[in-house]
């Protein structure tokens, strides 16, 4: 065999080894196929609403029902405690305390497995946003999904979030998972 037939015979399998191991990834539709999946296996154990109250007056507490917070379905609330009847005004720095769990994991085992976040972990830091202002990266970076519930409630409420990635995290949104946040928000002390 010639050099030129060998290196031809290398380069053709090393071409079929590349696309065959194509075949592995999903395509980015195929993923968020996956995560609307995850969504509804974790949503069909609970009881979801449709639609927010007109009176923004929400069933709360633990057994409270699943609001969809948004038209096309990226965020679902549970409001645990509603918090203070003052809602939060535009660019209020607003922190919060959470514990998030993969969806994902959930539709596979049924279970919530272990959660992240500054709930558990206080070496993690506070973390914080500026209602409604997006402009600053601190409040962008967290996604538009966690302030979603300060359109509705005060601060010092406590709700569960199921979050779409295009809501998320904007450094995670490429990796499409869908996550259950627990949130609690706390105002600022100089607040």
């Excluded at 409420?157 to 259950?180: C, D, M, N, W």
């Amino acid at each position: 065999m010639t050099l030129k037939k060998i290196l031809c015979l290398s380069l053709s399998s090393a071409l079929l080894l590349i696309l065959g191991s194509c075949k592995d990834t999903k395509s980015y539709a195929e993923l968020l196929t996956d995560e609307t999946k995850a969504i509804n296996v974790f949503l069909s154990d609970q009881n979801v609403i449709l639609d927010i109250p007109a009176d923004s007056v929400f069933v709360y507490g633990e057994d409270a029902p699943y609001y969809r917070i948004d038209e096309d379905g990226n965020v679902f609330m549970q409001v645990i405690d509603p918090g203070e009847d003052k809602k939060v005004a535009d660019d209020t720095l607003v922190f919060f305390r959470f514990t998030r769990y993969n969806l994902s994991e959930y539709a596979v085992t049924g279970t919530l497995g272990a959660g992240a976040g500054n709930s558990e972990n206080i070496g993690m830091g506070s973390a914080s946003f500026r209602f409604n202002n997006y402009t600053l990266s601190t409040s962008s970076q967290w996604g538009s999904g966690i302030q979603f519930p300060l359109n509705f409630l005060g601060l010092n409420s406590h709700v569960r979030l199921v979050i779409k990635s295009q809501f998320g995290l904007t450094s995670e949104i490429a990796q499409v998972i869908p996550y259950l946040y627990d949130i609690r928000y706390l105002p600022a002390v100089s607040e």
